[in-house]
């Protein structure tokens, strides 16, 4: 992963975008970034500033720097499409007071800072570097936008279906209210920006970047990022698409693809810098401080973990306490008010857990909207992976700043363990599940191996307590068996849950996974009994349809982006 030799740099290159604001000779460097014309900002500025605010479109913005494009000002837990995509997938807790009905809890005022993020901020200064680019010949700079805006556009349509895109940035032409493209066609002009960001990694160019957040300047990654990146999207739009088998196994053919640990596009957060700006991973800020932990992990995806034995468990999470009341201790209305309640029937029908876990592994069930407890102290933290927090050695200390990875940790995005998945996935639709099995054990594999890398980061743990190499085998060869004696529909839980276990810290991957295939069916159902259809697509933002008379709200969030085919929304509800 190469990590520690970047975080100096990567501190340098904040602090100069978040204080200085522009690379120029000519200019006041105190000057707002966002206000210059292109004809005064740097190249490299410009895609300094891209990278960064290409990763808080998916990890939000926690330090609330008035230089970014997050009209709430970042303060919330609830930014970045990372957080949405866990909570509907049982991730992470989905708790806030409207979480027991789906309509009610993803309103059209919540993805407001997404969008500004994603046009105001990302695609303008795309847009406004692109030409100067072009002019000085700045080939790498324009691949890395270009890969940077086929995420980005793609993810748009992933979470909202039709977007505007074409006439985006067309006000000097008189397009005042751009209409939006169908997702169809944006996945399609993607692919063509990815061949084209190819192009841009490989031929010649008068300069590189003075600074690479992902690979350091190392193109022949950038290429298999893309190649990878394509992969992503057949397999997106293999419901609609009679070519994306062949499409995407011709890249696998070709081998040119992430494939090993040190290809990982992922984003390195150097941690330890608190403020001016803060350079800590968002949800460790947001959970290592002052008032303790901000979020809530899931009981549904903690108990998976600990009832397989799982070998991440203890990178995954940190316990607070060693006992949870309603478990080891007696119930406790005050810290955990449900303790001393009865579950509701559709729990026990299903026999999931309910309230609490054994083990001091203390989170929230889905849709537990019980208002916040004096828990802050007591509830299961953010590990050391993907976050920078603590490795869980049973010390069952409370949460402090500067503490663990301070934060040091990453944004996963696109993986060789996933890539892996992928792989898998098109073989099991295909019917050829020995393929698919395969693919489901390396990457199973490779997920374990990264994931236990980070235990170091930690450098008070006492990683005695990490799994040995036995214990992961034994892990792997239950899966294995598990797999062998399932039904094809058991084979395709099995695969979705040990997918949702490989991108924890990444809630687009699972969430387009979960509409994509209606597994697995093994999750935990929202606390409420009738909590209405399962979100397929996100509210577009108020204030797009009330200022753009060409963008009309849909009449709710049942409605399926283009890929999604299937005839209803996912079962496990």
């Known amino acids: 992963m190469k990590r520690n030799s970047r975080y100096k740099i990567v501190v340098i290159v904040f602090a100069i975008t978040s204080v200085l604001g522009c690379e120029t000779t000519e200019l006041d460097l105190t000057q707002d970034p966002n206000a210059l014309s292109s004809d005064q900002a740097s190249v490299d500025f410009f895609l300094n500033s891209i990278q960064e605010d290409f990763v808080r479109q998916l990890e939000g913005d926690a330090d609330s720097d008035a230089n970014d494009n997050w009209v709430s000002g970042g303060a919330t837990n609830g930014d970045g499409f990372n957080v949405h995509g866990l909570e509907l997938t049982r991730i992470t807790a989905m708790t806030n007071g409207n979480s027991q009905n789906y309509q009610a809890t993803y309103q059209d005022s919540d993805f407001t800072d997404e969008w500004t993020n994603a046009y105001t901020g990302i695609l303008q200064d795309i847009r406004l570097m692109t030409p100067l680019a072009e002019e000085a010949g700045q080939t790498r700079h324009l691949g890395i936008a270009q890969f940077i805006e086929a995420y980005l556009m793609v993810s748009m349509v992933d979470f909202f279906g039709d977007v505007p895109y074409t006439e985006a940035f067309q006000g000097d032409q008189g397009v005042l209210n751009p209409k939006a493209d169908s997702g169809a066609s944006i996945y399609e002009a993607c692919l063509a920006l990815l061949d084209q960001a190819i192009v841009n990694f490989t ?12 690979y350091g300047n190392d193109y022949t990654k950038w290429v298999k990022a893309a190649n990878t990146l394509k992969m992503r999207i057949y397999l997106q739009r293999r419901l609609v698409d009679s070519n994306a088998q062949a499409s995407f196994n011709a890249i696998v053919s070709s081998g040119n693809y992430i494939t090993s640990p040190d290809e990982d596009f992922e984003y390195n957060w150097p941690g330890t810098n608190a403020s001016n700006p803060d350079t800590r991973h968002p949800r460790y800020g947001l959970n290592y401080g002052p008032a303790g932990v901000g979020d809530f992990q899931s009981n549904w995806f903690m108990n998976l973990l600990r009832t397989s034995n799982d070998p991440r468990l203890r990178y995954y999470f940190y316990r607070q306490t060693d006992a949870v009341p309603g478990q080891e201790i007696p119930p406790n209305q005050q810290t955990i008010r449900c303790s001393t309640q009865t579950p509701p029937q559709h729990y026990v029908d299903g026999g999931f857990t309910f309230c609490s876990l054994p083990d001091g592994l203390w989170g929230r069930d889905h849709g537990q909207n019980d208002g916040r407890d004096p828990d802050a102290f007591f509830v299961t933290a953010w590990g050391v992976y993907p976050v920078g927090g603590r490795f869980d050695d049973d010390r069952f200390e409370g949460v402090t700043l500067v503490t663990g990875g301070s934060g040091a940790g990453i944004t996963p995005i696109l993986t060789d363990a996933w890539t892996d998945f992928m792989i898998g996935e098109m073989a099991m639709a295909s019917g050829d599940v020995a393929a698919a099995k395969a693919a489901l054990i390396s990457g199973i594999t490779k997920s374990i191996a990264k994931v236990q890398s980070f235990g170091p980061l930690d450098t008070d743990a006492d990683l005695s307590f990490a799994p040995t190499e036995t214990q992961v085998t034994q892990f792997i060869d ?61 509210y577009y933002p108020s204030n797009v349809t009330n200022t753009n008379s060409n963008i009309n709200q849909k009449p709710d969030q049942t409605q399926p982006v ?3 085919t299937n005839a209803s929304a996912p079962v496990a509800n």
Do not use: C, H
């Open 203 to 214: 031929n010649s160019t008068s300069s590189e970047p003075s600074f690479d957040a992902y």
């Open 562 to 564: 283009f890929w999604d």
């Open 478 to 538: 239950n899966i294995s068996s598990e797999w062998d004696s399932a039904s094809t529909n058991g084979k395709w839980d099995i695969f979705g849950e040990q997918f949702f276990t490989a991108v924890y810290g990444n809630g687009v991957e699972a969430y387009n996974f979960y509409r994509r295939t209606g597994y697995p069916t093994t999750l935990q159902p929202n606390r409420s009994p009738s909590p209405g259809i399962f979100v397929r697509s996100m």
